[in-house]
T-cell receptor, first 112, second 114 residues
Framework: SQQGEEDPQALSIQEGENATMNCSYKTSINNLQWYRQNSGRGLVHLILIRSNEREKHSGRLRVTLDTSKKSSSLLITASRAADTASYFCATAREDNFNKFYFGSGTKLNVKP | NAGVTQTPKFQVLKTGQSMTLQCAQDMNHNSMYWYRQDPGMGLRLIYYSASEGTTDKGEVPNGYNVSRLNKREFSLRLESAAPSQTSVYFC?????????????FGPGTRLTVL
């Protein structure tokens, strides 16, 4: 695959705790995006970080990007049961920003 | 606004049969995409259309054809279905303006090939 891996593959935490998931990729990128997928549903866009940005925040989400290590992390603070879902990173290639590569995802379970 | 719609929601085919998956968006987006998602895995890009009148191969195009019928509609055709094409298929669209495209996904079509 052109895309790397996400870890952990699965994460189980208590409500109120923070959840961190990581994404690695292989190619030079234009931007990196995080998506969420509830069971049996389509993906929903969460946040986009450009290749020249290092950190971005949106509500309870914090994304970091390290292009030298070809890696990104997504932090969800003060998690809620409703955050239970699978989370995927997607990279848009530097030479073709219409070509997206998705990671294998982290399945997050937030226990009430 | 319905967003991105896909038909059908479910389909069962026999090996060798053909079918077309339909996708339409009402957001006036320029770019449209077809992905497949196998169990426990991420999405893999099959084909995409950066703008009306153009289509390009993605990561896994073999066994598929696409048609960008107009700005709204982008269909995916399986000419001779194989069990390896059993998957969930997602259509997506994005504005396509500039370099930073976020994608809007349809609900998916669950396809089983026997």
């Amino acid at each position: 695959s052109q895309q790397g891996e996400e870890d952990p593959q699965a994460l189980s935490i208590q409500e109120g705790e923070n959840a961190t998931m990581n994404c690695s990729y292989k190619t030079s990128i234009n931007n990196l995006q995080w998506y969420r997928q509830n069971s049996g549903r389509g993906l929903v866009h969460l946040i986009l970080i450009r290749s020249n940005e290092r950190e971005k925040h949106s509500g309870r989400l914090r994304v970091t990007l390290d292009t030298s290590k070809k890696s990104s992390s997504l932090l969800i603070t003060a998690s809620r049961a409703a955050d239970t879902a699978s989370y995927f990173c997607a990279t848009a290639r530097e030479d073709n920003f219409n070509k997206f590569y998705f990671g294998s995802g982290t399945k997050l379970n937030v226990k009430p | 606004n319905a967003g991105v719609t896909q038909t059908p929601k479910f389909q069962v085919l026999k090996t060798g049969q053909s079918m077309t998956l339909q996708c339409a968006q009402d957001m006036n987006h320029n770019s449209m995409y077809w992905y497949r998602q196998d169990p426990g895995m991420g999405l893999r890009l099959i084909y995409y259309s950066a703008s009306e009148g153009t289509t390009d191969k993605g990561e896994v195009p073999n066994g598929y054809n696409v048609s960008r019928l107009n700005k709204r509609e982008f269909s995916l055709r399986l000419e001779s279905a194989a069990p390896s094409q059993t998957s969930v298929y997602f259509c997506a669209s994005s504005p396509g303006q500039g370099n930073f495209n976020t994608q809007y996904f349809g609900p998916g079509t669950r396809l089983t090939v026997l």
